[in-house]
């Protein structure tokens, strides 16, 4: 799966794994601020990051990766203000519906996903999370919601 993230102005590297067509909304984290910079790693050859400026990957696409191009970083501004990006999106080359909204915080690279401690075998998760349905989606994807 491919992984992208945003380096806020404030120095915190956020970085969420990017499901193809699952919108990732981080706007709410507490380390969330403007972004100076966009990344983004083990990219399939068919798909693209797009970094939105508002909640829900809508609004103004701030910046797109190049499809084909499996890591990357770009630097958006050198002003200390950077630029608002709040969503993200690994996008193919077909124009399938959204599939889902999910709201997460990571605040670091080794945080991003479960990790092994080396020291007591155990394994640890940083993470917290939200997700939000809109339309007539049941929560399985596939049906829709009954109506009373």
Known sequence: MAVAGVRTVNGVDLWYDAATRVCTTFSHCSAWANSERVNWRVVPGAVSI????DDD???KIVFASPI???????????????VAIRSLMAVGTSM?????????????LNDY???????NGSTSANFSGTGSQSGDISANWHEPLPHN
Not at 50 to 53: G, V
């Open 50 to 53: 797009w970094f939105y400026s």
């Open 57 to 59: 990957c809508k609004g």
């Open 68 to 82: 084909g191009q499996a890591s990357g970083t770009s630097v958006l501004t050198s002003s200390s203000a950077g």
């Open 96 to 108: 399938d519906p959204l599939r889902g909204v999910v709201s997460e915080c990571y605040f670091n």
């Open 113 to 119: 996903h479960e990790r092994s401690d080396v020291i």
